[in-house]
């Protein structure tokens, strides 16, 4: 009998609005998203979501700091950081990238294009490559035409419904097929 699988997800709304044990069956899920959290506050929080040992960790934030004015460079820089303590202190657990996801424009005027979004996202990806890690893209599988957060998959321009966490789901369960 295999023990069963540990699995954290941190990050911030977007990870905690969803029930992700259903996603992986058979492991033990801990889902450390909070309301508002940011890279910073994942960073934090790092003990928490390393102890027990996890087998693996799905790192998914940044949306906060974007809309509360941090630069796509500055939050890619503290991304960094997390990976390589996560690696550092753990470095049996297989740590997995999510993407920033889309926001809708119209939903936060003043705030920078979500273009700034795609680039952090190649910055991350690049990034996750050079470390042997996996990044999981989710922008472009949210986005519309537009590069905007489909309106079928939201309801405040951010916040996901039900049926973009199942693509979400969809893209973990095949990059955990394919790693």
Do not use: C
């Not at 489909?150 to 966490?165: F, I, K, Q, V």
């Amino acid at each position: 009998m295999t023990a069963e699988k540990r699995i954290v997800m941190l990050g911030d709304s977007l990870t905690a609005g969803h029930d992700w044990s259903r996603v992986f069956p058979g492991a033990r899920v801990r889902n450390l998203g909070i309301n508002g959290d940011t890279v910073a506050g994942v960073w934090g929080r790092l003990d928490d979501a390393l102890t027990p040992t996890p087998d693996k960790i799905f790192v998914q934030i940044g949306i906060n700091d974007f809309l509360r004015g941090a630069t796509p460079d500055e939050i890619g820089d503290i991304h960094l950081r997390i990976w390589d303590e996560i690696r550092e202190r753990s470095p049996q657990t297989a740590l997995r990238v999510v993407s920033m996801l889309p926001f809708l424009e119209a939903s936060f005027p003043g705030l920078p294009p979500t273009l700034e979004l795609v680039w952090l996202n190649r910055r991350l990806a690049d990034e996750a490559a050079q470390r042997g890690l996996v990044f999981i893209d989710l922008f472009e599988a949210l986005a519309d035409e537009n590069r905007q957060l489909r309106l079928d998959y939201t309801s405040d321009g951010l916040h996901l419904l039900p049926e973009a966490y199942a693509v979400w789901a969809e893209f973990l369960q095949a990059a955990e097929r394919n790693s």
